[in-house]
């Protein structure tokens, strides 16, 4: 089946280091993926208009550009899956990294078969999730309306505007209301098998979710449990 999806799939490479370009494109081609490379980051912002892709896979280290404000810059403007591959392995230029909207993390040097299931994974949340049963299509919590169906969050009738990754761990949460959910549990269900232990993915999210959708002096809506994992207020 995943074959069947990569077909049209066009993956934005930024890279300056030609080798890995040329092992990333010649792994991706072989596999029906459509390559787009920009090796400075300077025509990102312009590609990512031109080309449309699908997933940007971001080193953060280029010659012309800052690799995290590029990240930022790109989510600003796109919805698209940003896997950053970059050879700063700390925690702090991950989570800086995920802050800025990026969607995953990987560390050089990486297997190329690592980097393939990590773009089909990102792409699993970054495209059209499961259409939502008919008896849960709309959840609602106070002022905030969550349409399933549409993948459409609202408050007080105003749009806001989520990514795919974070409309995911939405809709987990949301579906077990009042449920707690642990760390893996979420990253499990949002991300995939094997992200299991990244638990500073799902509290950069949560945070993310947070800002977009609770409102000062009214009670949370996202509860956390410490140690634990999190859980939707109950109704």
Known sequence: MAEATTATTRVLLVEDDLNIVD???????????DAV??????????????EVPDIVLLDLMLPEADGFELCRMIRERSSVGIIVV??????RDKVTALNMGADDYMTKPFSIEELL?????TLRRTRMLAPAEPDESTIVAG?????????QVTRSGAPVHLTPT???LLRELATNRGKL???????RRVWGQGYETETEYVR????????????????????????????????
């Not at 090796?39 to 590609?47: H, I």
Request: glycine share 8%; net charge positive.
């Open 23 to 33: 092992l990333i494109r010649s792994n991706l081609a072989v596999r029906g993926f």
């Open 37 to 50: 490379v920009s090796t400075d980051g300077a025509r990102v912002l312009q590609l990512l208009e031109t």
């Open 86 to 91: 970059s050879g700063r392995g700390g925690e």
């Open 117 to 121: 299931a990590r773009i089909m994974a």
């Open 143 to 151: 002022e905030l309306v969550i349409d399933l169906a549409s993948q």
């Open 166 to 168: 974070e409309f995911a």
């Open 181 to 187: 959910l642990t760390h893996a549990h979420l990253l």
């Open 204 to 235: 950069v999210y949560v945070r993310r979710l947070r800002a977009k959708l609770e409102v000062e002096d009214s009670p949370p809506l996202i509860l956390t449990q410490p140690r634990a994992g999190y859980r939707f207020a109950p109704g």
